[in-house]
């Protein structure tokens, strides 16, 4: 099984700019495992990706702008870029090792031009599909439709260009026997900008050429495929968390611990600390590392427990306004929704 949390960095203090008053704190980036936004059957093991929509015609939505006037609309074939995106979703599922077999479907489903009109798969269809590819679920690409603008600008002695592209879409999940199908949307943007001195300026000629807006496209098909995953695996994110420090002679023991990643040794030199202090502040900082102890080893019922416990304190002792409280009840925001993700998490991982 995967360890759930990882930490891999520790970071300097004026690495979060929220903590930069706080001389006291250290700030790790740790790495959390998140469920899916999507939980399949657990009898789901090979899925299938299909590309389900009508291509998109090569003279709608690509724009040619040259200083701020709208010259002419381009003609640019969308052709293999949904190919690109379920190969892309694909793979990056396939490495998250959550299925037994994920497979891409080749064949073209749909030739009409209708391309902004979702034909979605019928009952019958899904369970044929599934018997014919010999798959459980069928993830469903069906509407995929990109909007380019290619603009330049001359300047002294140089034209600025950049290639915007936009791409939306929509997909459904499927399986045999599905009450209502899963279905979500999706979009993704990037911006390309180029600079040459050699063009040039007051020029009104397309500098770009039509491959760069192609290229644009297979690059953002790619990359949002590849970003969707975390819809149908679960997946890692980067996240802060912080410890409080001080100058005696334990508190830096217990601090060369939590830097070592040693949180267990950790534990014992900061419940030792809270049980020999009466100082509310102190007792708040040392229930809050102690939650981030256990949070360490993906334990979340105490972590929860004692990251409120320290909240509780904090507010007696600062007031709810305070910087040290609100940063506390935004720990406790974090942890109860990981307590509550882990269990979607389990389930997705069949470990029950």
Request: charged share 20%; with cysteine; glycine share 2%.
């Amino acid at each position: 099984m995967k360890a759930r949390v990882l930490r891999i960095q520790v970071a300097a203090l004026l690495a979060m700019s929220a903590l930069t008053a706080c001389s006291d704190m250290r700030t790790i980036t740790i790495q959390t495992y998140n469920p899916a936004k999507i939980t399949f059957p657990e009898e789901v093991r090979n899925i299938l990706i299909v590309n389900n929509s009508a291509q998109q015609p090569d003279n709608m939505a690509h724009h040619y702008v040259i200083n701020d006037k709208d010259v002419a609309s381009l003609s640019i074939s969308a052709d293999s870029t949904a190919y690109d995106f379920c190969q892309s979703l694909g793979c990056a599922i396939a490495e998250e090792l959550q299925f037994d077999d994920v497979r891409i479907c080749d064949d073209t489903l749909r030739t009409d031009s209708l391309f902004y009109n979702v034909v979605p798969f019928t009952g019958v269809d899904v369970s044929a599909m599934c018997n014919k590819y010999g798959v459980d679920a069928i993830i469903s690409l069906d509407r995929f439709v990109f909007k380019t603008l290619c603009n330049e600008s001359s300047g002294f002695r140089m034209m600025l260009c950049y290639i915007k592209t936009d791409l939306t879409g929509e997909m459904r999940v499927l399986w045999p026997g599905q009450t209502q199908a899963l279905t979500f949307t999706f979009c993704d943007s990037l911006k390309w900008y180029l600079a040459n001195e050699e063009f040039v300026p007051n020029v009104d000629s397309l500098q770009l050429k039509p491959q760069d807006v192609k290229q644009s496209m297979h690059y953002l098909a790619d990359h949002t495929g590849n970003t969707i995953r975390v819809n149908f695996v679960p997946y890692w994110k980067d996240v802060n968390r912080w410890y409080y420090t001080s100058y005696s002679s334990e508190w830096k023991r217990g601090t060369a611990f939590a830097r070592a990643s040693k949180w267990a040794e950790a534990t014992k030199v900061w419940e030792a600390l809270l049980a020999g202090t009466a100082q509310k502040r102190s007792k708040a900082r040392l229930l809050s590392n102690l939650a981030l102890c256990y949070e360490m080893n993906s334990d979340f019922d105490p972590a929860v427990s004692f990251a409120e416990q320290s909240y509780n304190l904090f507010i007696e002792n600062d007031g709810a306004d305070d910087h040290y409280t609100i940063l506390q009840k935004q720990y406790l925001d974090a942890l109860r929704a990981r307590a509550e993700a882990d269990k979607i998490l389990t389930k997705q991982l069949h470990e029950n």
